[in-house]
């Protein structure tokens, strides 16, 4: 029967072999999933390692790289239904777009500061988010018209700061 030392001991000689495989697989592990994923096949190679079957070492990397594999496939399912969910609540008649609440205030005084050109940029860059191409595409102009908008309205406001 193995005991919780055995285990230590093993871990502490097969950390780097589940390192190696999550590099391998250019896995991004920023919250330590995998890791534990990897730690837990371990265990389990651990506990069912058979010695007339072969290796440890051969076993044990097989069971890691493929609850790694494991993982990452269940982690592209999760998220092909969160965007197959978040598609359909979109393109849903009954949604309804809750946007931030808007401070209007502070919008009049930015618009009041700016030319009417200028203030385009800020609304379809700032405000709405589209890129200098889809600005200059609704507005009927050239992606250079729409940069130098920008640049002005930059300078602009960052002139009249302290108004704001």
């Not at 995998?34 to 007339?52: D, I, K, V």
């Not at 018209?145 to 309205?153: D, I, M, S």
Request: charged share 30%.
């Amino acid at each position: 029967m193995e005991t919780e030392q055995d285990f230590e001991q093993l871990l502490a000689e097969w950390e780097r072999s589940i390192h190696y495989h999550i590099r391998k697989l250019h896995i991004i592990d920023a919250n330590g999933d995998f890791y534990a994923e990897g730690l837990f096949a371990l265990w389990q190679a651990h506990r069912t390692y058979n010695p007339e079957a072969g290796e440890f070492s051969t076993y044990a990397h097989w069971k890691i790289r493929n609850a790694l594999i494991d993982q990452i496939r269940r982690e592209n399912n999760r998220q092909e239904r969160e965007n197959r969910f978040v598609e359909e609540l979109i393109h849903s008649e009954d949604y309804i777009w809750e946007d931030e609440p808007v401070d209007t205030y502070f919008w009049d005084q930015v618009k009041n500061l700016l030319t009417p050109n200028q203030w385009k940029w800020v609304s379809h860059r700032v405000k709405q988010g589209r890129s200098v191409a889809e600005t200059a595409r609704i507005e009927g102009v050239t992606q250079d018209a729409v940069k130098n908008w920008g640049r002005h309205a930059r300078n602009k406001l960052k002139s009249c700061r302290h108004l704001l």
